[in-house]
Every structure is written in C-alpha cells, then in structure tokens.
C-alpha cells in the first residue's frame, strides 16, 4: 500500500471523506500508471485532472509544439509556449500543479514501430488524438496488451465517448474500437479540428468526462462505458448513448482472428493508396513560383478550393470555388492560360485538378503546399487558422 504525507493527505482530502472512494480508491491512482497519447484540445483537460486527482504516474505523448490556434482550445498552454515543444510545456506545467505525480515525456509520433514498446509500461491508454490511423493503432496496441483504452473524439460541435478492451469482473474483455467502427471512413471523408474547426470548449467537456472514465477505470467504482458509446451535441445540449457488441468479425478478437500484431495503418486507413495517385503525374508549382508570376503579373488564373469561411481567414485573391462545386463551375475555369489551383495544404486540390482533367482541362497546375506554405515562405504575417 501507498503512503501519504500529510500534505498529500490534504490535497486530496476531497476524495477520502467520499465513502465509496475513500483512502483505497486514492491508493489505487497513486499505484496507478496512464498513457494519455496526444498533448491537444483533449489531452489538456484530460491530463490536469488526472494530474491534480493524484494518478502516481502519468504518461504523455506528443510530436507537436504549441501554435497560436491552439490556445483557443488546448489550455495547458499559453502565449508564452508557442514554439515550444507540447510535451516539454505541458510536463513543465503539470508538475507544477501536483509535485507527487511522476510525469513522463515521451516526445515522439505514436507508430507502429513503437507503440507497443510505449503501452506496454502502463495500465490505462487514455486517446486523445484527432485521426483515424492513430486511434486504430491505439486500439490494436491496447488489444494487443491487454490494456484498458478510454477514448474520446471531437468535431465541430459533437464529441464521442467510451472505455474499450475493459476488463470484466469474469476475466474477459469487453468490446474495442474495431467493433463499433469496423473500417475506418474513405480518406477526406471526415477533417480533422485543422480543416473542420471545434468550438473551443468542446474538447473540455469532452476530456473531463474522458478523465472521469479513467479514475472509474482505475478505482473500480461506478459502471465505465464499456459497450458503450456517449455522444453529445453541444448545440442542442442533447445526449444518447448507445449499445455496442464484438464483433464476431474483429480481426483482433473476433471469431477467427486474422491480426496478431501491428499493421501500416496508414494503409489502413486509405491514406497512401490515396495520396499516390492524387498527385501522380500532375503539373504543379511551388509558392516561391506563384509568387513570382504575381510581381510578374503573368497571366495565369488562380483558384480557390477552400470553403467560404476558410477564404474569408486569409487568401491569396483567386477565385473561390469550394471543391464540391469545382465540376458545376467549369465554364468560369479558364482554358486558355495556365490555371493553378490550391486549397489549405493540397489535398483538396489536388482531387479538384483530378475531377477536372476528366473534363478535358490540360492546363491545371497544383500549388503545392497550399496556403501553409505560403504563410510559411512568402507571408508570415498571413493568418493559418
């Protein structure tokens, strides 16, 4: 059994005068080790909770430094750690807020080369990253392991909630990811917080609660979301939570298991299959050579593929047509002279150039980068959302 201080004792005195949490419960988080993957809009809420409750050992991983559109939501972080490496400013931050919690860093992209390698030191995985190849390798990882994965998703204005691969007062393991969502969906489907946006307190409803499954998890008290998927929509303040079962086709756990290891979840996901031939053979440009044809005032027409809202940020003055829309606008494409198309980072670009060499257009140049690039190269000053 843990000891405690006395200044440990009266931290966290809120928790030991509950009756069915008490001295065991908070033993229990002092014993307890979690990965949280992801330093984001979830990670940070996520991480100081389990921080001040007094989870004895918390593990962090992140590749990513803090950006100002981070702040809006990631609140971990101040002004003052733009530049800085997430995990360096968040472990800085969190031992200061709860000196008895060891944190540890691990400043690295999850892959499948090392996920197993990182999980297998710690009970709880706690998933709080923004894209579908990492959350099936958590998953796998957490299957793989025997490990408990907490996970929770964001977008726009809904959030996802559920605790997968639990452990079951018989010995098994309740459901995981795999099972809910079998496949992941087609490539661009679906953005991330980067292209689609999130209302800044989403993530911190959403981490708390995704906190508050793993003390549930680690304490044994209360019934954990297993089985089970929490969806809330912050708009309508509406909630459901709906029911889930293996899958008797899982790959990992199914009938027939078909997976005994970790895979190329980029595959997985579509992401490679998609990214060759979307930019295969096609013509493109590079900012420094826009740039160029702009002083030059060269006679070329500029296309804008982003949404309305995105163009309203920052651009570049071409003409806005949102890619779904890029076929029905056609006759507004010029034929005639060079036309060089770009989008935030080039994938929605590059399908619209794609779309319309169906329709016989041969003059389609891909401004490669987008208008990161050119934020990065040409113009600093220019908003990135």
Not at 107 to 117: G, I, K, S, V
Not at 182 to 187: L, M, R, V
Not at 345 to 350: E, L, M, V, W
């Amino acid at each position: 059994m843990h000891n405690f201080s006395k200044a440990e004792l009266e931290r966290y005195s809120r928790h030991l005068i509950i009756p069915e949490f008490n001295m065991a419960g908070q033993q229990k988080l002092k014993a307890a080790r979690v990965l949280v993957v992801g330093a984001g809009g979830l990670g940070a809420p996520l991480l100081s909770y389990l921080t001040a409750a007094g989870v004895g050992t918390i593990g962090l991983v992140d590749f990513d430094v803090v950006e100002y559109s981070n702040l809006q939501r990631q609140v971990l972080f101040t002004t003052e750690d733009v530049g800085r490496p997430k995990v360096e400013a968040a472990a800085e931050r969190l031992r200061k807020q709860n000196p008895y919690v060891h944190i540890i860093t691990h400043p690295t992209r999850l892959t499948a080369t090392n996920a197993l390698e990182i999980i297998r030191h710690y009970d709880i995985v706690a998933d709080g990253t923004d894209n579908f190849p990492t959350r099936y390798l958590v998953n796998d990882g957490c299957v793989l392991l025997n490990k408990v994965n907490v996970y929770a998703a964001i977008f726009r204005f809904e959030g996802q909630l559920s605790v997968f691969n639990h452990l079951c007062e018989d010995g098994s393991r309740g459901p995981n990811y795999r099972d809910i969502f079998p496949q992941p969906p087609p490539p661009g489907i679906v953005p991330s917080c980067a292209e689609g946006g999130v209302i800044g307190v989403l993530p911190g409803i959403m981490g708390s609660l995704q906190a508050s499954e793993v003390l549930k998890v680690i304490s044994g008290i209360g019934e954990p979301l297993a089985g089970r998927l929490f969806v809330f929509d912050t708009l309508s303040f509406e909630s459901r939570t709906l029911k889930f079962y293996k899958d008797p086709a899982n790959p990992l756990t199914g009938e027939q298991p078909t997976q005994t290891t970790l895979i190329d979840y980029e595959m997985f996901c579509g992401l490679k299959a998609a990214e060759q031939p979307a930019t295969a053979g096609m013509q493109a440009i590079s900012v420094q050579e826009l740039h160029t044809m702009i002083s030059n005032k060269s006679n070329f027409q500029l296309i804008d593929v982003r949404q309305p809202y995105e163009y309203d940020i920052a651009n570049l003055g071409g003409i806005l047509i949102p890619l779904k829309d890029i076929t029905k606008a056609a006759s507004q494409i010029a034929t005639d002279r060079p036309v060089i198309i770009h989008c935030r980072t080039g994938k929605r670009s590059a399908p619209a150039i794609e779309q319309l060499k169906h329709l016989g257009f041969n003059n389609l140049y891909n401004l490669t980068g987008g208008i990161l690039a050119w934020a990065q190269e040409i113009d600093p000053d220019m908003p990135t959302y």
